[in-house]
């Protein structure tokens, strides 16, 4: 089972779309330049955080880090660019916070429905090769130091991937990628994304509901042996997730591929997934050379007019 921690997490990502935290009495910052709309997370995520025995602490940006995620930004397809002037009310960086990131409804301004996301101040400092890598193991037990899995993805900024990924959240609110929904376990009309992939919001379609993959870790909540790791690369490589992380949910399968379609294909950086043993590769799982993740490519068109 998933811990308390991680679901109430989960569901706020997944919920974010109808539902709404308390409100924050503050003015929306009225500038284009959204790297500059830094401010302190919402008091609703620290207490989260605390409440869970966790110590966050408000970041402060350096100059370079100011930099890197000014860049970061720059970085973004047309649309999520867009759709984040317009949405994102704040963007927060915290010490001491267990996951990576988080993207939270805040009170609407104008009428308008309205963001924060904050991040792990920690990504700042690293690659995308290197958090990716970090991230992928927590899917795995070190039970044989014999077995290895490394992502190369490059030497871009980790805060871009991350960024890439929470913005495309804001995007799938407001022009429903995803079905809106108002339990977890409703079943609604799928949007063209969702259709003959998933039934409901974190159960795939029979077609792509694996035994191994169901035992991994954004399925279950749970890591399952490093040596099992190059059988769990060839299920997902059945699939048409990009990623493990891409399994979790409906929302984190759109946000899994606009992120590591934008990387590879419109940034030409390198990601896919190694398993060695004893130094020798025993399996590799390249999500855009997938025949199945191709296959949904063209629903991503829209992201760049």
Not at 69 to 94: C, E, G, N, T, Y
Not at 161 to 186: C, G, K, R
Not at 208 to 220: A, G, I, K, N, P
């Amino acid at each position: 089972m998933l811990s308390r921690l991680t679901i109430r997490i989960a569901t706020i990502i997944l919920l974010f779309i109808s539902t709404y935290t308390q409100a924050q009495n503050k003015t929306h910052l009225n500038t284009d330049e959204l790297s500059q709309r830094t401010k302190p997370a919402p008091e609703s995520v620290f207490k989260m955080f605390r409440e869970a025995g966790m110590q966050p602490v408000n970041h402060i940006l350096t100059k370079a880090e100011n930099e890197r995620v000014s860049k970061a930004f720059a970085l973004l397809p047309p649309l999520h660019q867009r759709i984040l002037r317009d949405h994102l009310f704040s963007i927060s960086f915290m010490d001491n916070m267990p996951n990576t990131a988080l993207t939270s409804p805040v009170d609407s301004v104008g009428g308008k429905k309205m963001f924060n996301i904050t991040f792990r101040a920690g990504i700042l400092n690293e690659t995308i090769s290197e958090w990716a890598t970090w991230k992928e193991n927590s899917c795995f037990k070190p039970d044989d130091t014999h077995y290895k899995v490394h992502v190369e993805a490059g030497t871009m900024d980790a805060f871009l991937y991350v960024l890439l990924h929470e913005s495309t959240h804001v995007l799938d609110a407001m022009i429903q990628i995803t079905p809106h929904y108002s339990e977890n376990d409703s079943i609604i009309a799928p949007t063209p994304f969702t259709k003959e992939i998933w039934r409901l919001s974190n159960v795939p379609e029979p077609p792509f509901v694996d035994s191994l993959l169901e035992q991994t870790r954004f399925r279950s909540g749970k890591p399952v042996s490093n040596t099992l790791a190059p059988e769990v690369y060839a299920r997902l490589s059945k699939t048409p997730f990009p990623s493990l992380y891409a399994t979790a949910a409906w929302s984190e399968d759109i946000a899994e591929l606009a992120t590591i379609y934008h990387m590879t294909s419109r940034l030409k950086q390198p990601y896919y997934i190694v398993v060695t043993r004893n130094n020798v590769e025993v399996a590799r799982f390249e999500p855009m050379k997938n025949a199945l993740v191709r296959s949904r490519l063209s629903q991503l068109s829209t992201f760049y007019k």
